[in-house]
C-alpha cells in the first residue's frame, strides 16, 4: 500500500511538471487551463500509482539494496614525498 501511495505522490509531481509545461502553450479559457495543468497530474498519479504497486507487487516487497550505517575503511594508503618520508614514518608509529 505505502508503494502505491509513494508512486501516487511521484507520478502527481510527474504530471505537475508536464501539465506546468503544457500551460506554456495553452491558448484559449480560463477554465482550459486548469484541465491542461490538472489531467496530466491525475494521469501522473494513476499511473504512479499502478507502477509503484506492480514494482511492489513483483518483487514481492523485498528491496533490492542493503543499507550500511557506517563506512570503515579497512586499510589506508598514505603518499607523501621522498623528503618527507621519515616524517611520515614517525607520525604513523604514534598512531
Known amino acids: 500500500?505505502?508503494?502505491?501511495l509513494a508512486g501516487t505522490a511521484s507520478g502527481a509531481w510527474t504530471?505537475?511538471?508536464?501539465?506546468?509545461?503544457?500551460?506554456?502553450?495553452?491558448?484559449?479559457?480560463?477554465l482550459l487551463w486548469i484541465w491542461v495543468f490538472v489531467l496530466p497530474i491525475l494521469f501522473g498519479a494513476l499511473w504512479g500509482g499502478v507502477f509503484g504497486?506492480?514494482?511492489?507487487?513483483?518483487?514481492?516487497g523485498?528491496?533490492?539494496?542493503?543499507?550500511?550505517?557506517?563506512?570503515?575503511?579497512?586499510r589506508y594508503n598514505v603518499y607523501v614525498?621522498?623528503?618527507?618520508?621519515?616524517?611520515?614514518?614517525?607520525y604513523l608509529q604514534l598512531a
Open 53 to 60: 504497486f506492480a514494482a511492489h507487487w513483483s518483487t514481492r
Open 15 to 30: 504530471g505537475a511538471l508536464i501539465g506546468l509545461l503544457f500551460l506554456l502553450f495553452a491558448v484559449g479559457p480560463f
Open 81 to 90: 614525498g621522498a623528503q618527507h618520508g621519515d616524517r611520515a614514518i614517525q
Open 62 to 74: 523485498r528491496r533490492d539494496f542493503s543499507s550500511v550505517h557506517t563506512l570503515v575503511a579497512r
Open 1 to 4: 500500500m505505502r508503494a502505491a
